[in-house]
């Protein structure tokens, strides 16, 4: 065959995929299955110079298509797909790993809202629904020093299933998105791409809700986000669960050398109201003093500390959320590496020192590590509303409010606890981009300050505004609106039928 044939041959199966034709082989077939071959990509180019390489445009086929595509099956997630799905949408929920949680089932971090001392009043809604549902079918137990619930990051992994078989939510797990497709020359998406085992694809939908933590469908489409400096961003933490661990005299320990949240302020500067530092805190941090002392564990190993959290009867601590990874950005795939294995190895020297030194934890030895790291900070849109730490803290009221969450602020070394009561309502104008239609963003990437996003990274947090979104896409379609101009009145009415609490 000349150069000239194979030149034809591959312009002629270029034109036959751009035309949707599927191209046929011939198989064997063995005892042992179907022999198989994909077939390769074109050629493209590669630009040494520049650093690139240029894909040769291709035909992708569609995987699925439905009303509201929810990206990011987390918290807020989950919420904003069983939120659209309750007001009557069709709904794919779209998840990168093999579970449905987010933080509470890949990071390993059990608690909802941990916040619940006495005087608190608490968002309503799904948030608050999936912590009673994992309670009622065993996975969860309470929580140290208030009533707040501690849930099986693994048996999360079961009641999510639940919740979306139930739901008749369509899920799609082990699928990254990568790209968005807008609906012609206009701002509204109208899809994603997608990369899986089963290569690259397009899901179609009408509505979409990023909540993939980190705004990636929203960078993608090019709204416009801030990124805190990595020197200034909150750490990242690579939580671990140990086994072996003898409660009773690690619950003796805990009684004899009681930690408050005035304790926190050992390692950094911490603005609290006062109310906070009397309070009893799972918190562990001068034992790593002690064993660094000792010698157990390096002088260089500074950023260890934190709170334990759920102790069962067999010996689990789970939720060991004591190793702090600074001056990483997780938008960046080589920061997250290196943060990963650095991150495994803090927490082995961690638990090292734990048996060292803490009654209770000479016999512990690692059970597993979370699915990946724990983050806490990256994109933040630039919304219609940008909340403000003034909002957070002075109990700010919304017209367009989609919920309420506590006064409850942790992070940039504030920690402030809502056991007076108050609480702000949250609005809808954080999750709306400014640039991109059909497209709102729920969870901790929502538009607002650092001291806002001190308090709206937290999970129960992102479960308002995951179901404030979810709603809001759902009426948008109903009454034949985009998400920038759906009517709130619409909105907030279903949104109380759901259950929330707006004022």
Known sequence: MTDQDKYSGR????????????LTF???TTDEGQILQHTPPDRGEMDAEQGTYIEPPKALPILAQCEVLVVGAGPAGLSAALAARRAG???ILLERFGCFGGVITTVGMETLAWYRYEGTIESEGIGVEMERRAAAMGGAIKWPYNDSECLDADFFKVVADHLVRESEIRPILHCFAVDVIFDGDSNRLKGIVTESKSGRQVVLAKRIIDCTGDADIAHLAGASYRKTPKDKMLGMTAVFNASGVNKEQFLQ???EQPATYADWSRTWQQETTGKEDTLRSPYLDKEFDRARDMGVIPASTTNLGGSWSALTEAGEATNLNLAHLYGYDA???MDLTAAEMAGRQEALYALTALKAVVPGFENAKLRNFGMTLGVRDSRKIIGRYNLSGEDVRNQAKFEDSVGIFPEFIDGYNILILPSTGRYFEVPYGCMVPLEVDNLLVAGRCVAGDMV?????????ACTVTGQGAGAAAAVSLKNGTTTAQVNMANVQIELERQGVRLH
């Open 452 to 460: 806002s996003h001190a308090a709206m990274r937290n999970m129960m």
């Open 26 to 28: 011939n198989r064997k």
């Open 253 to 255: 320990y805990t009684e």
């Open 11 to 22: 312009i002629d199966r270029m034109i036959q995929r751009w035309a949707g034709k599927r």
């Open 331 to 333: 938008t960046d795939v």
């Open 89 to 91: 949408a069709d709904v």
